[in-house]
């Protein structure tokens, strides 16, 4: 009797072990799931994340080489350098180093936007520099600055060969295409 006493009393311990390590292995599995569904996620998550962060740098260098372009746009840029009795000398110095400040401070834009796009953008910049060259030569350098100024607002380009518009368009055409 005692013997069979030791037997069941064993026999309940075996089946409460085994019931205990089977609800322990479930659970087990139920958070094995769980973080592997997270690891999952995480993975998605990281994954996504470069490709809207690179989105985000490309269309912010859209932004800003659209921005860079109308700054160096000369009814833009004029006023903002036009400085009462200066030099043709002096104005067209500061109209220079204006644009290449601007062009400098947008180098790593090339990075994000098309090769054609950013041809469009240095074609622009070197086409208003040739501008301003060329116009300022026609003057004395100790010439009135003014002079200078309403000769290159006055000659300007022509509608079908504005390099700023035609680099502009091109951004918009870009822009429209890959976002």
Partial sequence: ??????????????????????????????????????????????????NNTLTGLRLQAYER????????????????????????????SLLLQSIREEYEHNLSQQLYISDLAWES??????????????????????DDASLLAGKILTSGFKKENNPIENALSLLKKEIREQF
């Fill in 121 to 142: 953008c240095k074609t622009a910049k070197e086409t208003i520099v040739q501008l301003i060259i060329q116009l300022a030569s026609s003057f004395d350098n100790s």
């Fill in 65 to 92: 080489m659209t921005l860079f372009l109308e700054r160096i746009n000369p009814p833009n840029l004029i006023p903002r350098i036009a400085v009462s009795g200066q030099s043709v000398l002096a104005f067209q």
């Fill in 1 to 50: 009797m005692e013997l069979t006493v030791c037997i069941l009393s064993a026999l309940v311990v075996i089946l409460v072990v085994y019931g205990m390590l089977k609800s322990i292995c479930r659970t087990n599995q139920k958070q094995i799931k769980l973080l592997r569904e997270e690891m999952l996620q995480q993975m998605k998550t990281q994954q996504d994340t470069p």
